[in-house]
C-alpha cells in the first residue's frame, strides 16, 4: 500500500490567516481526498483532487475557504483560507486502494486557530 | 447525510473479553471498511467487506455485513490493552460521482483496561 507524508503534523494559527497542508505520496495515484475532522467528531469528506483538474467539492465547502492543488500523481496540498476558530480540526489526506483494497491516509495536521 | 451511524459511541472492557462495534448505513454500497484511529492521528485500514460478502476474518477481527439491513459489525476477540482507540466504518458508495469517497460513521471509543 501508499505511504503518505503529511505535513504539517500541527500547527497553531492566527485567525484571518492561511495554512497550507502538503501531502506526498511514494507512488502515483489517480486520486487524492481531503477530510476533515472535528474536534470529537468522525471524518468529513472536504474534496476530491484530480491531477490535470480542478478539485470536486462536498456540499458545503468551497474551492474559496479550501483551494486545492494538484500539480502531479504523487502531490497535493489543501490550503485553509482566512481562518476562523471554527476551522480548528485535523485534516487528513487520502489515496484509495481500488475496490477491493482499503485506503491509506496521512498521519493528519492538527490545527488550531486563535 | 451520507454518513454512517454507529453503536455504541463508547465502550469499555476488560482485557481478554471481545468487543463488538456496529454500524449503519444508508445507501448502496461497494463495500464497507474499518478503520482505527489512535489519540486524534491517522487512520488505519483494519479490514475491508465488499457488498457481495457476509463475512469475514482478519486475526483477531471478524467483521459482518447484512445489507438487506445496511447494516455491520466489527467483532475484536480477546481484547488488548492496545487496542484501545477510536474504530470508524466507512462506506464506499463506489459508483458514479461518489467514485473513490468514504463517507465515514461517527465511530466508536473503545477502552480496554488491562
Known amino acids: 500500500s501508499a505511504v503518505i507524508s503529511q505535513k504539517p503534523s500541527r500547527d497553531i494559527c492566527q485567525r484571518g490567516t492561511s495554512l497550507t497542508i502538503q501531502c506526498q505520496v511514494d507512488s502515483q495515484v489517480t486520486m487524492m481526498f481531503w477530510y476533515r475532522q472535528q474536534p470529537g467528531q468522525s471524518l468529513t469528506l472536504i474534496a476530491t483532487a484530480n491531477q490535470g483538474s480542478e478539485a470536486t467539492y462536498e456540499s458545503g465547502f468551497v474551492i474559496d475557504k479550501f483551494p486545492i492543488s494538484r500539480p502531479n500523481l504523487t502531490f497535493s496540498t489543501l490550503t485553509v483560507s482566512n481562518m476562523s476558530p471554527e476551522d480548528s480540526s485535523i485534516y487528513l489526506c487520502s489515496v484509495g486502494g481500488g475496490s477491493n483494497y482499503g485506503y491509506t491516509f496521512g498521519s493528519g495536521t492538527r490545527l488550531t486557530v486563535v | 447525510s451520507q454518513q454512517g451511524e454507529e453503536d455504541p459511541q463508547a465502550l469499555s472492557i476488560q482485557e481478554g473479553e471481545n468487543a463488538t462495534m456496529n454500524c449503519s448505513y444508508k445507501t448502496s454500497i461497494n463495500n464497507l471498511q474499518w478503520y482505527r484511529q489512535n489519540s486524534g492521528r491517522g487512520l488505519v485500514h483494519l479490514i475491508l467487506?465488499?457488498?457481495?460478502?457476509r463475512e469475514k476474518h482478519s486475526g483477531r477481527l471478524r467483521v459482518t455485513l447484512d445489507t438487506s439491513k445496511k447494516s455491520s459489525s466489527l467483532l475484536i476477540t480477546a481484547s488488548r490493552a492496545a487496542d484501545t482507540a477510536s474504530y470508524f466504518c466507512?462506506?464506499?458508495?463506489?459508483?458514479?460521482?461518489?467514485?473513490?469517497?468514504?463517507?465515514f460513521g461517527r465511530g466508536t471509543q473503545l477502552t480496554v483496561w488491562p
Open positions: 467487506i465488499r457488498s457481495n460478502e
Open positions: 466507512a462506506t464506499d458508495q463506489g459508483r458514479g460521482s461518489t467514485l473513490g469517497r468514504l463517507y
